[in-house]
């Protein structure tokens, strides 16, 4: 649909935005296993081994499917994969209520693995198709956007825990209702992938007005199409009219070339403050394929994303076993549903944490840039240092209080880590190739807290054999897993630490060339391009 008016952008982005919020929330269910999964495995008989590597499977689908939904979200875009995510997501909850009910014959541990797999692989589809859009429709606040969507990814579990609080957690000491939540989640995932498929659309910008060359040097190799989506400007009301351009050192005609969208040559925005204060040195580079792959500040953030993610993944998916085993050992007389309304609960706060780390990183991040210039590599270091502190709190809890606190900080250092690393992505490598860029980047999480979760069920089910939680006070019988995600996250802080050094040498060397060259005549345009 051709779209020439500023108002008519604008309304297309307000729905393609409510259809990317949608998308996230179906794509929040993977994180659900905590709430149905210590049901389904009493029923089934699985051990915690076992229910970890069922749990974990979700992660799999989610994150090792991420590189192809992400080639896919930016060559085809985000109908086609909402219209799989609504299938897979309807058929893998599914299937796993009504092997919960016994209706569906039990397939083995590994056959519930692969209804997992399925789930996640679902909610990558329709994830990758919210966040590519974003980052695609949004320039001057794309931190604050990018991070409202991955908010209802966070939001999507403390929502959903507590409709199974309300609805699905039985009464009177009974047992919690798991088929009906199963078959909640997956009419869930239909109706919303659907609706998302509908509204999610790429909307372009106006032209730009003004334009400025990169200095020959300057380590920012965007590439027009790139820049030039990047730096079109609103103002000017309709789509395609051509303005003149202004280079220093360029004659007129191919300044005013320069402006089409055919034109190949990078060019670089400013703030229209003027002078080499207003110039961003932390500029993208459009990276893509083997050329991010081999890049060594991207590989240096793909480890941050390993070590500090995992330890996310790995107690979202483990807390549902932890509190049952602080509550059955603190209490004389248990009962099955006050202990699934605790587990809601610590999902409930994991999730709010989530959503309020994944929205605020992106605000804070803008006016850190804007006000204080902090850089956002310096910003990283503080993201990861919330992971390793959120790890030492729930190393020493000894009580459900106390794992609160920790819950919170776990969900809030994990919002901060999904808020944020996508958007450096898009900011450091450009988003012509952001969906690839980003599925490559977090691919490998699922490693590392699968690395975690079969720790901790080692641990687990060697100090409690015949599974008497009464054996275990105070989480003695799994504190040793807790003190390798305490070192795991700090491996994370180091590789955040040698990450912000690399990045502040290229600024340096940025700020040396530009201010090497004479750009007097130099026109600046009303906004950044890295944000």
């Known amino acids: 649909m051709a779209t020439t008016t500023r108002s008519e952008r604008h309304w297309q982005r307000s729905v393609s935005m409510l259809g990317a919020c949608l998308a996230t929330t179906t794509a929040g269910t993977v994180y659900l296993f905590s709430t149905y999964g210590p049901a389904l495995s009493r029923q089934l008989h699985l051990s915690s081994t076992q229910s970890n590597l069922v749990a974990i499977s979700a992660n799999y689908g989610l994150l090792l499917s991420g590189p192809l939904f992400g080639w896919l979200a930016d060559t085809l875009g985000p109908r086609i994969l909402c219209a799989f995510a609504a299938v897979g997501s309807f058929s893998a909850f599914s299937a796993l209520a009504y092997t919960y009910?016994?209706?569906l014959a039990f397939p083995g541990w590994v056959g519930l693995a692969g209804y997992m797999v399925?789930?996640?692989?679902?909610?990558?589809?329709?994830?990758?198709?919210?966040?590519?859009?974003?980052?695609?429709?949004?320039?001057?606040?794309?931190?604050?956007?990018?991070?409202?969507?991955?908010?209802?990814?966070g939001l999507?579990?403390?929502?959903?825990?507590h409709v199974n609080s309300w609805f699905f957690a039985g009464s009177n000491g009974g047992p919690p209702d798991v088929f009906g939540f199963l078959k909640f989640l997956a009419m869930l995932g239909l109706v919303t992938s659907l609706l998302a498929a509908v509204s999610l659309s790429v909307v372009g910008f106006g032209p730009s007005r003004y334009r400025r060359d990169?200095?020959?040097?300057?380590?920012?190799?965007?590439?027009?199409d790139s820049i030039l989506e990047e730096s079109m400007d609103e103002e000017s009301g309709l789509v395609g009219q051509a303005q003149p351009g202004?280079?220093?050192?360029?004659?007129?005609a191919t300044d005013a070339g320069a402006n089409s969208a055919t034109d190949s040559a990078p060019a670089i925005a400013a703030n229209a403050g003027g002078g080499p204060g207003a110039v961003d040195y932390d500029t993208a580079r459009d990276l893509g394929g083997k050329s991010y792959i081999g890049d060594h500040e991207a590989q240096l953030l793909a480890l941050v994303l390993f070590f500090c993610a995992g330890v996310g993944v790995f107690y979202n998916n483990n807390v549902g076993t932890i509190v049952t085993t602080l509550y059955h050992s603190s209490v004389a007389h248990p009962d099955a549903s006050t202990a699934q309304r605790l587990i809601n609960r610590h999902v409930g706060a994991i999730s709010m944490g989530s959503f309020i780390g994944r929205l605020s990183i992106g605000i804070i991040t803008d006016l850190c840039k804007r006000i204080w210039h902090v850089p956002r590599s310096g910003i990283l270091v503080g993201v990861v240092s919330s992971t390793v502190i959120s790890q030492l709190v729930i190393l020493n809890a000894?009580?459900?209080?106390?794992l609160l606190v920790g819950s919170v900080l776990t969900g809030v250092s994990y919002g901060f880590i999904f808020g944020f690393v996508p958007l450096l992505v898009s900011v450091w490598f450009g988003t012509r190739h952001f969906g690839s860029n980003w599925g490559m980047t977090s691919l490998f999480i699922g490693f590392s807290g699968q690395g975690l979760g079969a720790f901790f069920g080692f641990v687990y089910d060697r100090n409690l054999p015949d599974q008497d939680l009464s054996k275990c006070p105070g989480?003695?019988?799994?504190?040793?897993?807790?003190?390798?995600?305490?070192?795991?996250?700090?491996?994370g802080w180091v590789a955040a630490v040698v990450l912000a050094g690399r990045r502040a040498r290229r600024r340096r060397e940025n700020r040396r060339v530009w201010e090497a060259e004479e750009y007097d005549r130099a026109r600046?345009?009303?906004?950044?391009?890295?944000?």
């Open 214 to 224: 990169i200095p020959h040097g300057f380590i920012a190799d965007g590439s027009a």
């Open 156 to 161: 999507s579990p403390f929502v959903l825990s």
């Open 524 to 531: 600046y345009v009303p906004f950044r391009l890295a944000e």
């Open 118 to 153: 399925l789930v996640g692989v679902s909610c990558q589809a329709v994830n990758m198709s919210a966040i590519t859009v974003t980052t695609r429709n949004f320039k001057e606040n794309r931190g604050a956007a990018v991070s409202l969507c991955v908010a209802f990814f």
């Open 398 to 402: 000894r009580n459900l209080e106390v």
């Open 101 to 103: 009910s016994g209706d």
């Open 475 to 491: 989480g003695v019988c799994y504190r040793s897993a807790f003190l390798l995600s305490t070192l795991v996250a700090a491996c």
């Open 246 to 252: 202004y280079s220093a050192g360029a004659n007129s």
